[in-house]
């Protein structure tokens, strides 16, 4: 799946995440004639490309396939605990990297834990899979309003190969969910009540999880199309602009330092949300909603050892990726009324240490965590430097970030929340909750978001491409235009969808 660029390509994606993925297998299902070649500036960790680390059985394994993932200035370490609750240090997760400077301007609360992933498969090589559905006000309206947005989803679900049954034979999992239903479920109707959280997960034969990344969303069909070929340490620095239109893209071999032109009909930049408008933005393609609507949810965490555990002959099992599945994941899902989306779920399933798991009842202790929509702002925005570059030569990222009068009183309102519904499953570890640092929840949104016409607040239409450049199109969780506390991935890779098949429809319209 690696070899020289080629000259010319029918369709050019910068990043190799779920939604760059996205792109790649719905055009090789519906344009199997196109070529197709995906630019990745990190290397491949995982076998096969684009795996999720947590089935990597070996540990030293899977610590390198995160340190490798870690950016242009990867390096080992012997601190690869990661998380930062309970620290006012700056400190990544595992698999990623922070921002160098510009993570916070004074005077403003700035991000100062933005992170990101450079790795074939992106972030999706170290998320905890969750893909809940949105719902209320974090719903995309003009995508409701022609009855295309739950289709787009269940696409998404299928390409993610969601599943809501993977934990079912967790032996807590139905206690955890019985004592938060009658906690919050009065007044909720079916579809927001206590449930299992829909995961991109699934169990394989001998009875060991597999979760998903890139590489399910790529499947079988992407990897045998003969016209498709991914690339990776591959810096794109440049998208390619003639006449007004998307032409092609320049990139640069990390391996060697040479640079190339590859021409396309069509460019996807689905980089990340920091990333794209960064791309953008060096390519002089700046309209004035790049990158502004910056958009992280805070992140309240909360641990509580279940109260009266029953006995259990459970062993745990998942072996091979070294989980101990006792609870599982449940999701409480997010309404206007009750402004948070929920997960409480096993430690080893966590992204971040919450707590030490207790030797003498494994499995008993869980972690909740709630996330809080926030309160749009124009002036929310990561801006570009037209002197200073990052790490890899591209524009440096300065963060404009604000929480108003209205995000304190919801991470307020959040953080008796989260006491309330902990207390109802057990004994809580601390007195008070645990508000993340900025930046945390690594669901950045809305800089690149999509509009239902270029009136200056929108950097594309609902089909991704970007207003007023015909044939480049971004693609991301940057792209979703609403306020959301879910988990955004689910989200952007069904707009993903609606973008790939956008170009597939111009592709079959003017073969070349």
Partial sequence: MTGRYPERVDVAIVGSGPAGAAYARILSERSPEATVAVFEVGPIVTSPPGAHVKNIADPAERASAQTRSEGPHAQE????????????????????FLLETGYQVEGEDGLPVAAMSSNVGGMAAHWTGACPRPN??????ILDADG??????????????????????????????????????????????????PLAVHRREDGNLVWSGSDVVFGDVTRANPRFTLFDESLV??????????????VEDRRTGESAEVRARFVVVAADALRTPQLLWASGVRPDALGRYLNDQAQIVFAVRIRDLPTTDAEGGGAATGL??????????????????????????????LADD???????????????????????????????????????MTVHYRLTARDHEVIARGKDEIVRLGKAVGEPLDDRPFVMPLGASLHYQGTTRLGAVDDGSSVCSPQGQVWDV????????????????????????????NGARHIATALAESPE
């Avoid at 967790?170 to 579809?191: H, K, M, Q």
């Avoid at 620095?237 to 320049?250: C, F, P």
């Avoid at 599982?328 to 240490?353: C, E, I, N, R, Y």
Wanted: aromatic share 6%; with cysteine.
């Fill in 77 to 96: 370490s012997a601190d690869r605990t990661g998380g930062i609750v309970k620290t006012t240090q700056r400190r990544a997760r595992p698999g990623t």
């Fill in 136 to 141: 209320d006000s974090e719903r995309i309206a």
């Fill in 148 to 197: 295309s947005f739950d289709e787009l989803l269940s696409e998404a679900e299928r390409l993610l190969g969601v599943t809501t049954d993977a934990f079912d034979s967790s032996p807590y999992g139905d206690l955890v969910r019985t004592r938060l239903a009658a906690a919050e479920d009065a007044g909720r109707i079916a579809t927001t009540r206590v449930q299992r959280m």
């Fill in 237 to 250: 620095t440049r998208v390619l602009i003639e006449d007004g239109r998307a032409s092609g893209v320049v």
């Fill in 324 to 353: 101990s599945e006792y609870s599982g994941v449940t999701w409480v899902p997010f309404t206007d009324g009750m402004p948070f989306h929920g997960q409480v779920m096993q430690l080893d399933a966590s992204p971040v240490k």
């Fill in 358 to 396: 207790d030797p003498a009842a494994p499995g008993s202790i869980v972690g909740l965590g709630l996330f809080c929509a926030k309160d749009l702002q124009a002036s929310d925005r990561v801006e570009f430097s037209d002197r200073d570059v990052d790490g890899y030569g591209m524009p440096a």
């Fill in 470 to 497: 015909p044939g480049l199109y971004v693609a991301g969780n940057g792209v979703i235009p609403t306020a959301t506390a879910c988990n955004p991935t689910l989200t952007g890779v069904a707009l993903a969808v």
